[in-house]
């Protein structure tokens, strides 16, 4: 079974819109932390933001914010007022138990941010 | 501070050619990771090393070889190139493995194609 699943290959937004990139996950492990990272055309990636399997709240990283619904095993990426430099590949992970070497990326998704 | 280095950026290999992939990290992190990324899709785990003189295998390790003599360094070693191993190979580094809001940090990729 995939450990992430991100199902949206591709998206649009309007520039100055809000934008939800969908990530669900599979785990037994209590322990865990979930991630986004963006990669521009340029190639490196970069890390958006962190939400923890225990943190009561959403995280949220200035127009970042993460969807954390634990019952459902889903880690939905909100991007608010996106801007054209938004236009990138977006990877949903997920680090199982308390090592990176159980540190699983989901195949992406590619936000595309129209003028 | 220049974070997680990598060399070269681009490669072309010929079947049955081996090269070594560098890495070279100068935050002092213990954690250093390899990891590969096929067209379309998101990174998969080689080899991780949780300091020096100690590396494990990750998700996909044959073909590959690493080592860990310093802090610093973390080379990817490739024996008997095959075309399965085109790809872009991303190093990472973390200042340790269990988790909290501690993140990886990706170096630039190196783009290597097997011929």
């Known amino acids: 079974a995939q450990k992430i699943t991100q199902t949206q290959p591709g998206m649009f937004v309007q520039e100055k819109e809000a934008v939800t990139l969908d990530c669900t996950y599979d785990t037994s492990d209590p322990s865990y932390g979930l991630f986004w990272y963006k990669q521009p055309s340029s190639g490196e990636m970069i890390f958006l933001i962190y939400q923890g399997s225990y943190d009561q709240q959403n995280a949220t990283e200035g127009r970042y914010s993460l969807n954390f619904q634990k019952a459902r095993k889903s880690a939905n990426l909100v991007i608010s007022a996106s801007q054209l430099g938004d236009s990138a590949m977006y990877f949903c992970a997920m680090r199982e138990g308390n090592n990176f070497n159980k540190f699983y990326f989901g195949s992406g998704t590619k936000l595309n941010v129209k003028p | 501070n220049a974070g997680v280095t990598q060399t070269p950026k681009f490669r072309i290999l010929k079947i049955g050619q081996s090269m070594t992939l560098q890495c070279t990290q100068d935050?002092?992190?213990?954690?250093m990771y390899w990891y590969r990324q096929d067209p379309g899709m998101g990174l998969k785990l080689i080899y991780y090393s949780v300091g020096a003189g100690i590396t494990d295998k990750g998700e996909v390790p044959n073909g590959y070889n690493v080592s860990r003599s310093t802090t610093e360094d973390f080379p990817l070693r490739l024996e008997l190139a095959a075309p399965s191993q085109t790809s872009v190979y991303f190093c990472a580094s973390s200042r340790r493995g269990a988790s909290g809001t501690d993140t990886q940090y990706f170096g630039p990729g190196t783009r290597l194609t097997v011929l």
């Open positions: 935050m002092n992190h213990n954690y």
